[in-house]
């Protein structure tokens, strides 16, 4: 088993030797991240979280989180396809059968099967799911109205993890893991992507109907209850440690252009410098709450205020350093002659996708009120 020194010090080489280099033609293009993940994959790391059992890495949470942030620095949109890999996952590698560790896990951790997420719907705002998966006589599932509004790695991914309802009348939701190749349903991708920032995210509107077998099913009908319980964290953390990494990158190309202009600290203006401090003290309070958050998943303490207060941290500090970083990096950076812009971009992303911080800010709020 490969310890986390050696999984970081790995993760690290891929991201300063393939994802940093391409990052600005991905973005630039909207191409998939393929040489980078497929890397990845060769590495071991789309095992990451698996048990080394699977042959899987086996690494914990806060291992996960560094890998993550990582990447992010480099490439934000290979690392956003990464966690999101990895969440589609997640509900799996906890619970599967047998017969499903060797049609999912040992693939994963080999390298050859990928995974997107399936679970948001067009219009119903966070959590409200449509789709319907009704269980046939012979224990498989007949999808009707899957149709989710953007999936990352929609072309690539091999699996998907699919949100759906048993029955129209419930609000309880089954988790499925669907082969794309699963004989008997047809699996279509609607468009093609060009966001403003995590441009090489492929994030595609998709829909999936026919049939798919018994083995795609998590735990139990209605089981999502269960599984957001340990599953809802890891979404939180995976997602923060993206936004750290931007703006671990905006920071550094920040710092990196003010240092190109000016001969030595003494001669860049009070003002300049404050900015600098003040971002410095976002970052690291955001990466210190994060790695906290992480580590009580890891030690069996998990403290989901915490985890939601580390993914709007990491959102806002993402938008705030680079803003900051456009700001100080001036006309240069406005015309792209560095990739403030582009860590700019993707931190909007932050804004947009789910958890969405206005819903989390809410949740917070609530549950504070209930138990401080
Ligand atoms: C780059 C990118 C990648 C993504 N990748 C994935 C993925 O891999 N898998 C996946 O499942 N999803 C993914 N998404 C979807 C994402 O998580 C959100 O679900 C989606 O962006 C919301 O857009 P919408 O137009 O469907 O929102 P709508 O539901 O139409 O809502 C529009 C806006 O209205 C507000 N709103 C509406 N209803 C509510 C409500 N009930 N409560 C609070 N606010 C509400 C929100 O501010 C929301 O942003 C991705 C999105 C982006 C931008």
């Known amino acids: 088993m490969r310890d986390s020194i050696d999984i970081l010090k790995s993760a690290g080489a891929i991201a300063e030797s393939v994802l940093a280099p391409s990052a600005e033609e991905i973005d630039r ?22 048990a080394p059992e699977f042959g899987g890495l086996g690494a914990n949470l806060l291992t996960t989180t560094q890998v993550i942030e990582k990447l992010a620095e480099a490439c934000p949109s290979t690392a956003m396809c990464f966690k999101m890999h990895l969440e589609a996952i997640n509900p799996m590698k906890e619970l599967a059968t047998k017969e499903q560790a060797d049609l999912f896990l040992r693939p994963i951790a080999e390298g050859t099967l990928f995974a997107g997420v399936a ?13 319907l998966a009704i269980q046939g006589q012979a224990g498989n599932f007949l999808l009707e109205n899957c149709h989710k509004s ?3 790695s929609a072309h690539f991914a091999n699996i998907f993890s699919l949100l759906a309802k048993h029955d129209p009348e419930t609000s309880d939701i089954t988790s499925f893991l669907v082969n794309r190749e699963t004989p008997d349903c047809l699996v279509t991708v609607e468009n093609t992507w060009s966001g403003l920032g995590m441009r090489g995210n492929d994030s595609c509107a998709m ?3 026919g049939s798919i077998p018994k083995s795609s099913l998590i735990d139990k009908v209605g089981g999502w209850r269960d599984i957001r319980s340990f599953h809802v964290p890891f979404v939180f953390i995976t997602y923060a440690a993206v936004y750290l990494g931007i703006a671990n990158g905006a920071f550094r190309h920040m710092i990196q252009g003010i240092r190109a202009r000016h001969n030595s600290p003494s001669n860049v203006s009070e003002v300049v410098r404050r900015h600098i401090g003040e971002s410095r003290v976002m970052l690291e309070a955001t990466r210190s709450l ?3 958050s992480a580590s009580k998943v890891d030690e069996g303490l998990s403290d989901l205020s915490l985890c939601m207060a580390s993914s709007v941290s990491a ?9 900051t970083a456009m700001l100080l990096g001036g006309g240069g950076s406005y015309a792209k002659h560095t990739p403030v812009e582009r860590y700019l971009r993707d931190a909007y992303a932050g804004r947009i996708m789910v958890p969405q911080d206005e819903q989390t800010k809410l949740n917070l709020g609530t549950s504070s009120l209930d138990t401080v």
């Open 29 to 50: 293009l909207a191409t998939y991240p393929t040489d980078g993940l497929t890397l990845l994959g060769e590495q071991g790391f789309w095992g990451l979280t698996i």
């Open 119 to 131: 679970a948001n719907e067009p219009g119903r705002g966070p959590g409200n799911i449509a789709s």
């Open 150 to 152: 953007f999936v990352t």
């Open 207 to 209: 829909t999936f109907s």
């Open 290 to 292: 994060l790695y906290r």
């Open 315 to 323: 959102d806002e500090t993402a938008l705030k350093v680079a803003d």
